[in-house]
């Protein structure tokens, strides 16, 4: 097979939850578990970094690729879903794992996934975990796909863990409540391995407290007063600057990060706890938390680690952004930044599609009223019909026209919005992926 036919193969013959939805969910670490021994334990080789929460693992997982990148390491990093490019899940140092390595992969190890029969999201996780070990990477940062406890990531027995916090997501799979959902999240917390939680949320705080003690490990907690308040000073559509105070005393003064978005503060706190937790790590070497490193890393991120997706610039006179906001917290925590791009009369249209199993009245009452909306589809199984999605819309007064396709409902937004204006697109990683 060649490259394409790889990804066809991939894509068609094993389930894929990113397309199909729930009947892709294994709930169960059988598959992968058979899978890895078929390839020697490659997660048995590996010093690790391992991410759960409901938002800004990704983001998180990046800021700490970036910062580890500056301080001189080997850096895989596994993330999903991918935007446009399956390659983007499995990179090192920010390159993509190339075509004929996925390919290679795939053809040498056809028959084990004919006998075993994972899913699209198995075979992926084993292939990064054999890749990063083959390419002698120093650290992998990996973050789950769904969940953590049964996750196919969760194999690992990383440097420490870490939960950036807890949202209403998946509950099909994950619970109804913020407890259930924490509980399955905190599922990655290991005996004897410390984990960072991004945000001490009251409702679900308990729920670690309670993991960690039985497990035994360290519990550290990042984003309050006791260890690092990131407070954002300034932001434009290239870069965010933030004073950084740790133990209440001032550490950083306009630290320059490159990503947009308020709600970043969050994820950068978490990571800086977390780099500080690994610094202290006896089985591996990294450097005390050094200022130089961290700002050097947090300059370059983009360019460091291939930075996608998120409050995304791609496009001026209408000024047009992507972001891949999706759930309740997601969108809460994106449209205060209308403030950076919608000053005085400058109208705000909305490119909005999301996924055919997404409760979207819990989403709708996040989104401006005051907007002008281009509900799409994402081409993708699990794609929302564009015009269901726009009539529950309207019963939360968003208005506007349903389009078959996402580029479809973008060209009408770009029609329509002046010079001064500006287009949003968001609701699913799907619809973002499909014009950055």
């Known amino acids: 097979m060649n490259y394409q036919d790889t990804l066809t193969y991939l894509y068609t013959q094993l389930p894929m939850f990113q397309r199909t939805g729930p009947a892709a969910f294994k709930k169960d670490l059988g598959n992968i578990l058979r899978l890895c021994q078929r390839l020697d334990n490659p997660h048995e080789k590996l010093n690790c970094i391992h991410l759960a929460g409901t938002n800004g693992k990704g983001s998180t997982a990046h800021l700490l690729a970036s910062v580890l990148q500056a301080a001189g390491l080997k850096v895989g990093l596994y993330t999903s879903p991918h935007y446009r490019d399956f390659r983007e899940r499995i990179k090192i140092n920010g390159g993509f794992i190339s075509k004929r390595k996925v390919v290679n992969f795939v053809a040498q190890h056809q028959s084990d996934i004919q006998k075993i029969g994972p899913s699209f999201f198995e075979i992926t996780v084993a292939m990064a975990f054999d890749y990063f070990v083959k390419e002698a990477v120093d650290i992998a940062i990996i973050e789950t796909g769904l969940g953590g406890r049964l996750d196919s990531t969760n194999i690992i027995t990383p440097l420490v863990s870490v939960i950036t916090n ?9 619970g109804d409540t913020l407890p259930a959902i924490a509980g399955e999240k905190a599922g990655i917390i290991k005996p004897k391995i410390p984990v960072v939680i991004g945000e001490k949320q009251q409702e679900v705080f308990k729920v670690f407290k309670e993991k960690a003690k039985k497990e035994k490990s360290a519990l550290y907690v990042a984003n309050d007063k006791k260890s690092f308040e990131v407070i954002l000073e300034k932001e434009t559509l290239k870069n965010s600057f933030y004073t950084i105070k740790k133990n209440g005393k001032i550490w950083s003064k306009k630290l320059l990060v490159n990503i947009q978005g308020g709600y970043q503060a969050k994820n950068i706190g978490t990571t800086l706890k977390t780099l500080e937790v690994l610094s202290l790590s006896k089985t591996f070497l990294f450097p005390s938390l050094d200022i130089s490193i961290i700002k050097k890393g947090f300059k370059d991120l983009k360019k460091k680690t291939t930075f996608l997706g998120r409050w995304q610039k791609l496009g001026q006179q209408p000024l047009i952004i992507a972001d891949s906001a999706h759930n309740e917290a997601g969108l809460k925590n994106i449209f205060p930044n209308q403030k950076l791009v919608v000053k005085q009369d400058r109208k705000l249209h909305i490119v909005y599609g999301t996924v055919s199993d997404k409760d979207v009245s819990k989403v709708f009452p996040y989104l401006p009223k005051n907007a002008t ?15 269901k999605l726009q009539e529950v819309a309207a019963k939360f007064q968003l208005n506007g026209k349903a389009y078959s396709s996402v580029r479809k409902g973008l060209a009408a937004a770009k029609r329509k919005a002046s010079k001064e204006e500006v287009i949003l697109i968001c609701g699913s990683i799907f619809v973002v992926g499909e014009v950055i």
């Open 166 to 174: 807890i949202s209403f997501d998946h509950q099909q799979f994950l």
């Open 373 to 387: 909306y281009y509900f799409v589809k994402a081409d993708i199984p699990r794609g929302f019909d564009a015009i």
